[in-house]
Nanobody, 124 residues
């Protein structure tokens, strides 16, 4: 059974930082791309960042480029999202997901297993 467990969410002031983690079990973590998505109230789920199976090809949504960094530790089966210079519009539930392939895309349909989500709130 594949499980993804996010942690690290919380409340932060604008300009602050948070680091999200996603622990994966039940799957060969290093074989697949990974991604972070987020969903704000009343909005569709949107792509935040993705990373290839080897960690060599990260990609980001334009809204977070230069502020967020995605990384992975294949030895620990863990995905990370370092979020800096946070803005109130970053407020959302953040989800990690395992990709169906080795390269990450921005499309939710290219991801097959999802975590339960962790709330991130940025106050102004």
């Amino acid at each position: 059974q594949v499980q993804l467990v996010e942690s690290g969410g919380g409340l932060v002031q604008a300009g602050g930082s948070l680091r999200l983690s996603c622990a994966v079990s039940g799957r060969t973590f290093s074989n697949y791309a990974m991604g972070w998505f987020r969903q704000a109230p009343g909005k569709a789920r949107e792509f935040v960042a993705g990373i290839s199976w080897s960690g060599g090809i990260p990609n980001y949504a334009d809204s977070v480029k230069g502020r967020f960094t995605i990384s992975r530790d294949n030895a620990k089966n863990t995905l990370y999202l370092q979020m800096n210079s946070m803005k109130p519009e970053d407020t959302a539930v953040y989800y990690c997901a395992t990709g169906r392939h080795q390269l990450a895309t921005k499309y939710p349909s290219d991801y097959d297993y999802w975590g339960q989500g962790t709330q991130v709130t940025v106050s102004s």
